[in-house]
Each structure stands twice: as structure tokens, then as C-alpha cells.
């Protein structure tokens, strides 16, 4: 199967979905749970990958766990988030405030537009799978680990985040607790190092380098566009003692706070 095929195939089997999930939006009158589809939509591209190449490699056994592990962790944990909430994210208020029609201009910049990055940065993994053929080794390693401290870093800033958030005492207040108190966002950094993890891995076979503008997007994404640089405009204006932590806390890399 040609390169071109692999993605077309991967952009097609996304584009069924998220149709599907734009149709649900209409009903509910709300897109916020297409967050949840985020890691959920990288390990459909995994399986349709696998299933059309059927590769019998380890390396490409590990991409399509890893990918799996990190989907069925981050999806159930976003979906939990919306059931949560009693109305929709405040990201997609403002856009629906600023375009009339949004209900119907949302199948493609918001749904669209995710299937479609789900295919960009997904990149290492499709090919990563399709392509792999070298023997594991040191490359590999590093990626496993990369890939492992990225999923616990994760895991537990989301799990520490969640009980911050359930006890109402809190409610109004900045989270500087565990993780929180060393990265203003522990939990994008984590995913960061997931990302360039699995792009090591993929790496492994030459032929896959060229994938590194999947993580690097990731990356990007993260720390200029819906991420990081979106959530601190908010929490600057939402949060009282937000400037305080800002001044003492690292804004993305966890390090030791400064007095």
C-alpha cells in the first residue's frame, strides 16, 4: 500500500467518524465532547493502519500499543470531564458567538479540523507501523521511555487536576498542588513527551524521519494555539492569585518553584 493510499485511507475512515459526531453535535447542541475523540481518533488510525498492512514486527506491535494505551486512558478521562460540565466549554461559546451560523460552519472548524489533524500528527504512528522492518534497538528504548514518563507524567497531573476539581472548596481556585506546583501544565508536557516518544520509536527505520512533523505540530499546537497560550489568557483573568503562581511556577517544564 503507497504511502498516499495509507493516508487516504486514514483521512476517510476519521472523516466517517467525526461526520457522526457532528450529527450527534446538532442534536445536543453542543461539540464540546469531541475533545474526548482527540486520543480516541489516534488510536482509530493505529488499528486501520494495522488491519490494512497487517505488519508482523514488534516495533509496529508497540506503536499500535502504546497508541491503544494512551487512547483508552485520555478518552474515557476527557469524556468524564464533559459529562462533568453543565454547559458548554467556553472555547466553543466564544466561537459560536463570533460566527451565527457556527451549528452548521462546525463540521469543519471544529470537527473537520480535528480529523484532520488527527491524520497530521499521527503521522509516526501510520508509518511507523506500515514501515517497520528495522530490528528493535536503541532508538526503540528511548522511545519506550520517552513514551512512559510522558503517560505517568499524564496520568497523574489529570488524576491530581480531577480531585482538585471535585472538592467545591476549591471551586474559583488555582491548582498548585503535586505536579501542579512544579509545570503550570504538567499534563501538556507529559503529552509532549508521549509524542516525541512514539516519533522515536517510529525513527527507528530511517525511512520514518520524515515524520517528525507529526510531534513537532503536536508541540506547536500545544504551546501556541489550544493549549497552553489559550488556557493562561482565561486563568489570568478568572483566577484570583493566578499572576502569583505564574511568577513561581514554570510554565511548561516541571522544575523546582522560584521563591
Known amino acids: 500500500m503507497t504511502a498516499l493510499t495509507l493516508i487516504a485511507l486514514n483521512l476517510l475512515v476519521v472523516g466517517i467518524i467525526v461526520f457522526g459526531l457532528w450529527l450527534l453535535s446538532l442534536r445536543l447542541k453542543d461539540v464540546s465532547f469531541v475533545d474526548a475523540f482527540w486520543s480516541v ?13 497487517g505488519p508482523d514486527h514488534p516495533r509496529a506491535f508497540l ?22 460540565e453543565p454547559h458548554e466549554d467556553t472555547r466553543y461559546q466564544a466561537m459560536r ?24 500528527v499521527g503521522v509516526p504512528v501510520i508509518f511507523g507501523i506500515a514501515n517497520a522492518q528495522a530490528p528493535l534497538g536503541w532508538l526503540d528504548a528511548l522511545g519506550v521511555l520517552l513514551f ?7 496520568s497523574i497531573a489529570d488524576s ?12 474559583g481556585q488555582v491548582m ?19 509524542w516525541w516518544g512514539l ?29 497552553v497560550a489559550m488556557l493562561e489568557h482565561g486563568l489570568r483573568q478568572s483566577r484570583p492569585g493566578y499572576e502569583a503562581y505564574v511568577a513561581r511556577t514554570s510554565a511548561f517544564v516541571p522544575l523546582p518553584p522560584r521563591k
Not at 176 to 194: A, C, M, Q
Not at 200 to 227: C, E, F, H, K, Y
Open 199 to 227: 516519533f522515536v520509536i517510529a525513527a527507528s527505520d530511517a525511512a520514518n524521519l520524515w515524520t517528525v512533523v507529526g510531534p513537532i505540530l503536536m508541540t506547536w499546537l500545544i504551546l501556541r494555539v489550544s493549549g
Open 97 to 120: 458567538a463570533r460566527r451565527p451560523h457556527f451549528a452548521w460552519q462546525s463540521i469543519y472548524v471544529v470537527f473537520g479540523l480535528q480529523g484532520l489533524l488527527i491524520v497530521v
Open 160 to 171: 491530581q487536576l480531577a480531585a482538585f476539581r471535585r472538592d467545591e472548596a476549591n471551586q
Open 176 to 194: 498548585d498542588k503535586g505536579l501542579w506546583r512544579w509545570s503550570r501544565h504538567p499534563n501538556y508536557f507529559g503529552n509532549t513527551l508521549i
Open 63 to 84: 506503536l499500535l500499543g502504546f497508541t491503544s494505551l494512551w487512547a483508552l486512558r485520555h478518552g474515557p478521562y476527557m469524556l468524564a470531564r464533559w459529562l462533568s
Open 148 to 154: 512512559t514518563a510522558g503517560f505517568m507524567l499524564e
Open 41 to 53: 481518533g489516534f488510536g482509530l488510525v493505529a488499528w486501520t493502519t494495522y488491519l490494512a498492512v
